[in-house]
């Protein structure tokens, strides 16, 4: 099978999925977008689930390298979390909650893939970082990395809820900013505090107000 063909199509359908959601864009949908026939997608996907499924393992599998790739060249606890901010302000605002509501009513297998994600990985990165941070001074020594991590994780659910945010009101780097503040200045030391101020002195980092 041609990978990069495979890989081609998988991109395309992402970009369809995010704009649209998953449920209303069809084979058909997908195929006129490529410029291809459905009997050619089915030689590189069984079915509609099949390529849900894998398109949603794509995007996690890159979401991972991109926090890899963050956390081996920041050592410093605070400069990664900038780092990982930046990189989900732009990867993360395009998830729609009509897309995640998609895939936990109609997808159930790649629903459970991305919960174990949210479950799973997500804290455990969360975690690694404080306990870093706490090596490095730059976090409260008193702070509990398995409790703030599941805490923080559960923030980042509700930018998602747009029972509770509406994206007609709040936009969503706005949000995940605010988050991003809410999280550093609960844990941080003075020292961290000192430092995080330094890198918006800096104009390394945006800067809100009211922050």
Aim: overall charge neutral; charged content about 25%.
């Amino acid at each position: 099978m041609d990978k990069e063909k495979s890989q081609h199509i998988m991109n395309a359908c992402l970009r369809l999925f995010l704009r649209y959601g998953v449920k209303s864009v069809t084979m058909d949908d997908i195929s006129r977008e490529l410029g291809m026939s459905k009997k050619t997608l089915y030689i590189y996907f069984k079915d509609k689930n099949d390529l849900v499924l894998k398109v949603l393992h794509g995007f996690l599998s890159h979401h991972k390298c991109e926090m890899n790739t963050i956390v081996h060249h920041h050592k410093n606890a605070i400069d990664q979390l900038l780092a990982i901010y930046e990189m989900n302000a732009k990867d993360l605002q395009e998830v729609k909650p009509m897309l995640l509501f998609g895939l936990k009513k109609y997808y159930p297998e790649a629903w459970t893939v991305y919960e174990e994600f949210k479950r799973n990985y997500l804290p455990s990165c969360v975690e690694d970082n404080i306990k870093e941070g706490i090596e490095q001074g730059l976090y409260r020594s008193t702070v509990n990395p398995r409790i703030i991590s599941l805490a923080y994780t559960g923030m980042i659910n509700l930018i998602f809820d747009s029972d509770i945010f509406s994206d007609k009101e709040f936009d969503f780097n706005q949000l995940y900013l605010e988050l991003f503040y809410y999280h550093i200045r609960g844990i941080a030391s003075e020292k961290g505090i000192a430092y995080l101020n330094k890198k918006i002195d800096e104009n390394t980092y945006k800067r809100t107000e009211n922050l």
